[in-house]
């Protein structure tokens, strides 16, 4: 099959941590997960209620726009569809925007995409993980814990929300973080796709 590194982009073996703010402190109590937006009626759920819901395990790589790219990282997460379907979308919901803390505000960071490209089984809300080099162990907080999101390969990392706490949905594409700051709607890497 032979990897296949997208334009700009060197391979680590390592995976780097990379964020802005302070690192997210996990206490059950507190924490719950959103969605909200564009559906009938409003979702929140808590840990266990999240963490009853189907798993899945995929290999995803991961291309961050800062020039690193790490295949072959195994991933066990709750696939964003799952989370999906306990929503009734209003017609014509076709972005999102994932939300995750920065410097204790649970809704602090954000990053958008278009919901159709995250229905499958590469775009996971993660836990654990391992590689060539690892075997399974829980992510730390640094990466995310209690749950991160891990987006397809044909998105730029920034779009994985670390510690996320909601999905909201939306009619129109809307920019999060990093695309008010300049970085891509689309952030495809293959297409190299990084600024706007
Ligand atoms: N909540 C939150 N999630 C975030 C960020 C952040 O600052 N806050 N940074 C993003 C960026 S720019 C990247 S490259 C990836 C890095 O993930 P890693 O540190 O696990 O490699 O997390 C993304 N998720
Ligand atoms: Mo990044």
Known sequence: MGNK?????FETENWPILHQGDVYEFSEDTWNFRLFGEVKEEVSLSYSDVMKLPKTVSTIDMHCVTTWSKFGTTFEGIALRELVNLAELNEGAKYVKIYGYYNGDPFGYSANMPLEPLLGDDALFVYR?????????????????????IPPASFYLWKGTKWASGIRFMKEDEAGFWEELGYSMTANPFKEERYR
């Not at 590194?5 to 982009?9: E, K, N, R, T, V």
């Open 5 to 9: 590194l997208p334009p700009g982009q």
């Open 129 to 149: 993980w391992k590689d060539q080099n690892h075997e399974w162990e829980e992510i730390t907080p640094k990466h995310g814990y209690p749950l991160r999101l």
